[in-house]
């Protein structure tokens, strides 16, 4: 097929994106293969290959490279779809799986139908570096627990025990209560706990700045019990346009906290949530349920009705309570960002949508 002849069609084509290389598959407007090879995962590859052909319809899976790899295709004049990976079971079930394989079936759903593939919209390049600073702050904290943990198994191990305390004064609190065989061992393991505590304090004032200067709409959010400056920041970027939900409660399903169905005549079992949406901004808003359900959350119409989820028993009661509340307190401050309005958190003693004019 010459050069003239594919330029007239309207062109699909199917990525499988991997770390160092990108497997293509090209459709003619017809179903036909015209082009099958594999380029370079890197920029200028991209650009050296698609800057100059006609606009196409181009597929790939949300990945790691997926985010740039979009940017840099949709900046050349094509249409990108970046497909949901919890959708490509076709892909995933396919007895022949290859990379080969993988592009093709990924322009044949988009050339098909692109609904199909479930399709996501990456955040811009700013929005990508400042949910990168929670991201980091959230790496170090998981790798100070971890530590903590090691320090306080190994000291247990020879019958020793560290003081309760908090994380940000547990190197202060352990050091000089170490068992003196394992102060050569651990004590490099409590300057490491030190320097991460200081290191995850920077990163909450660079939050707190970007909560104050760049991201005012946080304020808003932040009112009900339980909402810092992180989740609310957290929740912001992970949102990106409150509009893009028709209506609030789709919030919920959007981060994951939906119940899954599997209906089927008369059966309809009670199911686990989904975890379709952000792992890091979930686990953000059940630990504010948790606080919120806890001892130290004041008496709100939220904590009420939760609580009283969980007080119909059962062995999962109370953490379907705290998914429970994620969920609607996801809601909450959803409608909290797109009103404005003030969170009165006892409005109403059996009602959930604690807000007012």
């Not at 003619?28 to 370079?40: F, L």
């Not at 808003?285 to 119409?301: C, E, H, N």
Request: hydrophobic residues 40%; positive net charge.
């Amino acid at each position: 097929m010459n050069d003239a002849t594919t330029c007239e069609m309207k062109m699909t084509i199917g990525l499988d994106v991997g770390d160092r290389h990108i497997q293509m598959c090209v459709l003619a407007d017809d179903g036909e293969t015209i082009e099958e090879g594999r380029i370079t995962c890197r920029p200028q590859a991209l650009i050296a290959r698609f800057g100059g052909m006609p606009a196409a319809r181009i597929v790939l899976e949300a990945g790691t490279h997926s985010p740039w790899i979009s940017r840099i295709l949709a900046e050349l004049g094509h249409e990108v779809i970046v497909a949901n990976p919890r959708r490509l079971r076709l892909i995933y079930e396919n007895d022949s799986k290859s990379d080969r394989v993988d592009a093709q079936y990924l322009a044949r759903l988009g050339r098909l139908d692109p609904a199909l593939l479930s399709p996501l919209a990456h955040r811009d390049e700013q929005t990508q570096a400042d949910l990168a600073v929670i991201r980091s702050r959230d790496a170090l904290v998981r790798a100070r627990t971890s530590l903590i943990n090691h320090v306080r198994g190994s000291v247990k191990a020879v019958g020793g025990r560290i003081p309760g305390c908090s994380t940000r004064s547990f190197a202060k609190t352990a050091t000089g209560r170490l068992p003196e065989e394992l102060a050569p061992a651990l004590g490099p393991i409590l300057d490491s706990i030190a320097d991460l505590t200081e290191t995850i304090r920077a990163y909450d004032r660079a939050i707190e700045r970007l909560c104050r200067e760049v991201y005012p709409e946080t304020a808003a959010i932040a009112q009900p019990s339980g909402i810092g400056n992180l989740t609310a920041l957290a929740y912001v970027l992970t949102i990106g346009d409150p509009a893009r939900f028709r209506r609030a409660r789709s919030v919920g399903s959007y981060l994951g906290l939906r119940p899954r169905k599997a209906q089927s005549g008369k059966t309809d079992p009670q199911l686990r949530i989904t975890k379709a949406g952000d792992e890091m901004m979930r686990r953000l808003l059940v630990g504010s349920a948790q606080y919120i359900l806890g001892p130290f959350g004041p008496d709100t119409d939220l904590k009420r009705w939760g609580l009283a989820i969980a007080e119909r028993g059962g062995k999962t009661a109370k953490r379907r309570a705290t998914v429970a509340v994620a969920r609607k307190l996801s809601v909450l401050l959803l409608r909290l960002w797109t009103t404005g309005e003030v969170c009165e958190p006892l409005r109403n003693s059996g009602g959930v949508d604690a807000v007012s004019a």
